[in-house]
């Protein structure tokens, strides 16, 4: 299996949607190469389970679906598709069952939401998605093209099975925020976010005890490993909570002269629709990324 994440070109006839659909963009692409189908299907199983477990740490609502392997061709191939409004793509996905495909696939023609799945298990509802990744049973169908063969190991020449898998990083991270907005900004997972954590200060040009906690609560943080941002840019504290939520950091930690009479931080998460005190230490907001 070969693989490399580089940029990529892409003569695209209409780019849109920013980063979304570019004719320049970060792909990881990777090539298997196997002595017989079932090594194939072996390597495109792990792949599938590898990519599973990436959307899943992502932090993202999303889809397996079979999918028209198009220009590339092959056997079979399956999208990992990111839900979201504005997604291009349109799912039809059996609820309580299995079946789940792009409604470009034949298998979908003619079904409405609300019909049972084709296969008989659950019934059906539809989604607009965003393709983040795709992978493909190639087959023979490029190493015929190309007269590849190997030998095996009584010296015969064999034809390879060759797998294809890929996924569009660039093109991840809008997907990502299509999905997860509100009115404010962006709502980053926590595995993706720039930074976990902001620490905002409040008057610390006037409080040297506010910027001082601040500032030790920042380099705590920082060598426990977590990214964490200090805004000592001296702004009002509207200013400084309306700049956190638009670019979706997911914890924020308020420390001001009342909180620390109490020796406490204020703490709130960006999906979180109110504030929380907690004890004035590091241990405190790390156990608040742990929640």
Request: charged share 25%; net charge negative.
């Amino acid at each position: 299996n070969y693989y490399q994440i580089q940029t990529k070109f892409r003569d695209e006839i209409r780019p849109r949607f920013g980063v979304m659909r570019s004719r320049e963009f970060l792909m990881k692409d990777a090539y298997s190469f196997h002595m017989d189908e079932a090594g194939l299907q072996r390597e495109y199983d792990n792949m599938r389970a590898a990519y599973t477990k990436i959307f899943t740490r992502l932090g993202v609502e999303f889809r397996i679906v079979s999918a028209d392997s198009g220009n590339i061709g092959g056997a079979k191939s399956e999208e990992f598709h990111i839900l979201a409004a504005t997604g291009e793509d349109q799912l039809a996905v059996a609820e309580g069952g299995t079946f789940a495909c792009n409604v470009e696939v034949s298998a979908a023609k003619g079904l409405k939401e609300g019909d049972a799945s084709p296969d008989g298990v659950g019934t059906i509802k539809f989604y607009r998605g965003i393709e983040g990744g795709h992978i493909f049973q190639l087959g023979k169908k490029y190493s015929e093209a190309m007269k590849l063969s190997v030998l095996d190991e009584k010296g015969a020449a064999v034809t390879p099975e060759m797998g294809c898998y890929g996924i569009g990083i660039g093109r991840l991270a809008a997907a990502v925020i299509e999905q997860s907005n509100d009115a404010n900004g962006i709502i980053w997972p926590d595995s993706l976010a720039p930074f976990r954590v902001i620490v905002c200060p409040i008057n610390a040009d006037k409080s040297p005890a506010a910027k001082a906690a601040a500032e030790k609560l920042h380099d705590e943080l920082s060598a426990a490993g977590v990214e964490v941002a200090l805004d000592d840019r001296g702004l009002r504290p509207g200013g400084m909570f309306a700049d956190a939520d638009l670019i979706g950091i997911p914890h924020r930690v308020v420390i001001g002269d009342k909180s620390l009479a109490n020796n406490q931080f204020e703490y709130k998460h960006r999906r979180g629709a109110a504030v929380e005190m907690i004890p004035a230490t590091a241990q405190a907001v790390l156990e608040k990324l742990k929640a």
